[in-house]
């Protein structure tokens, strides 16, 4: 657990990272891990001085089972607002699913780091049904009405409604899987997209930087790795040239 600045932490639950964003008396929380990693989630509130019932809003920057693994929890539970881009709605729903499978994971078993990976998830619960029940597009363009009024920022490709989120009066930039800093089944260090093979849309994917690009944000917080300081162009920058031409399909 990472303070990054005044009220606003990066936490790293089993491999991905959530963030708690308070003020005063109430909390932001931008996805929530893996469905194993419940028990540290309460625990990251808890050390910040808030209960599960402080949340004011979880904020999903996309529906894959390792960053929602609480967010029906704290809803049906304790009444938190779960929010999306109106793209993610139904993939929280689970209408459908833009999650790599089984089958894509044992295509790639060879290259490294992917069955530990697995494995891990597997254990961590990343095969779990995690459905959102009522999930709720954002209410109106422009920054939200939650603590640290953080502006959805579309950067589709990972899924289609990818989100990242913005705190303009911070610097900080929250990417998601937009644009991370590591993960297990990558070798490279730095900003970077995540390897192929998690992506719904890989083309749209890196398309996306473009987008991240034209923020003013000196601080990312990612899906996966650790706080990166440092302007996000330079950053995308970088994530681009490690990028390279996409990968053959399998």
Not at 117 to 129: M, Q
């Amino acid at each position: 657990m990472v303070q990054v600045e005044a009220g606003v932490h990066l936490v790293t639950g089993r491999n991905t990272n959530w963030v708690i964003v308070r003020e005063g008396d109430a909390v932001t929380l931008v996805d929530t891990g893996y469905p194993r990693d419940r028990e540290l989630l309460l625990a990251s509130l808890d050390a910040v001085g808030a209960a599960p019932s402080s949340v004011a809003a979880v904020l999903i920057t996309h529906a894959h089972s390792d960053h929602i693994g609480s967010a029906e929890f704290l809803r049906a539970e304790h009444g938190v607002p779960v929010l999306a881009h109106r793209a993610e709605v139904p993939h929280a729903r689970r209408d459908f699913l833009h999650q790599i499978s089984v089958g894509r994971v044992l295509a790639n078993g060879l290259r490294p780091g992917v069955l530990p990976w697995a494995v891990h998830a597997l254990r961590s619960g990343g095969t779990r049904e995690t459905p959102v029940a009522e999930p709720r597009e954002f209410p109106s363009p422009g920054p939200l009405d939650v603590p640290g009024r953080p502006v959805p920022v579309h950067t589709p490709g990972h899924t289609d409604g990818h989100c990242a989120y913005h705190l303009p009066h911070t610097g900080i930039l929250i990417t998601g899987d937009a644009l991370v800093c590591a993960h297990p089944t990558s070798p490279l260090h730095g900003p970077q997209l995540l390897p192929d093979m998690f992506h719904h849309d890989r083309a749209r994917a890196l398309a996306s930087l473009a987008t991240l690009e034209e923020l003013d944000a000196d601080v990312l917080l990612p899906g996966h790795g650790p706080v990166h300081r440092g302007a996000v162009r330079a950053a995308v920058r970088h994530a681009r040239e490690q990028a390279g031409p996409a990968a053959p399909a399998r």
